[in-house]
Antibody, heavy 122, light 108 residues
Framework: EVQLVDSGGGLVQPGGSLRLSCEAS????????MTWVRQGPGRGLEWVSS????????YSADSVKGRFTISRDNSKNTLYLAMSSLRAEDTAMYYC???????????????WGQGTLVTVSS | SYVLTQPPSVSEAPGKTARISCGGNNIGSKSVHWYQQKPGQAPVLVMY???DRPSGITERFSGSKSGSMATLTISRVEAGDEAAYYCQVWDIYSDHWVFGGGTMLTVL
């Protein structure tokens, strides 16, 4: 059974940093691209960043480019999102999701984590 | 940047058919995927590649695409279908995933 467990969220001050993790099990991790999606309070889904199975290809939303960095450790079956220069508008539930293929794009998200909440506030 | 437009809300009585639209420029050239999200839960894939249903998703859900619009159709609507629904595509020009704004389905 595919399982994705999100962790690392919490309360952080504006300008601060945080690293989210997504621990995967039940499938061969390096054969799948992975993605982070967020959802602000009362808002819709917003794509954040995606990484190919090898880690060699990365795409990120303009709203987080230069501040957030997606990475993966295939030896630990874990996906990461390093967030810095956090702003109030980054407050959201962050979900990791598995893409259907090893390459990013033109496939779909077939499994999702339960989410981890990030709150940016002083 | 590419935009997907969904109606904020759709209401339908139990047993009827609900249709949720997703509009976008040249959407005919893109594969459209749909997710269902119930309150307090993570999204779930309910349709991929316009009209393919994942295993475990009821056949009451179907997808179609025509012109500049994709549609998720839910037949014989049940109370358990009440949720937000999001369409999604990959925009090759920006190398970005794009979600529609979401449609809240209310079962009357």
């Amino acid at each position: 059974e595919v399982q994705l467990v999100d962790s690392g969220g919490g309360l952080v001050q504006p300008g601060g940093s945080l690293r989210l993790s997504c621990e995967a099990s039940g499938f061969i991790f390096n054969r799948y691209a992975m993605t982070w999606v967020r959802q602000g309070p009362g808002r819709g889904l917003e794509w954040v960043s995606s990484i190919s199975g090898s880690g060699g290809t990365i795409y990120s939303a303009d709203s987080v480019k230069g501040r957030f960095t997606i990475s993966r450790d295939n030896s630990k079956n874990t996906l990461y999102l390093a967030m810095s220069s956090l702003r109030a508008e980054d407050t959201a539930m962050y979900y990791c999701a598995r893409e259907r293929d090893i390459a990013v794009a033109n496939n779909w998200f077939d499994s999702w984590g339960q989410g981890t909440l990030v709150t940016v506030s002083s | 940047s590419y935009v997907l437009t969904q109606p904020p809300s759709v209401s339908e009585a139990p047993g009827k058919t609900a249709r949720i639209s997703c509009g976008g420029n040249n959407i005919g050239s893109k594969s459209v995927h749909w997710y269902q999200q119930k309150p307090g839960q993570a999204p779930v894939l309910v349709m991929y590649s316009d009209s393919d249903r994942p295993s475990g998703i009821t056949e009451r859900f179907s997808g179609s695409k025509s012109g500049s619009m994709a549609t998720l159709t839910i037949s014989r609507v049940e109370a358990g279908d009440e949720a937000a629904y999001y369409c999604q595509v990959w925009d090759i020009y920006s190398d970005h995933w794009v979600f529609g704004g979401g449609t809240m389905l209310t079962v009357l």
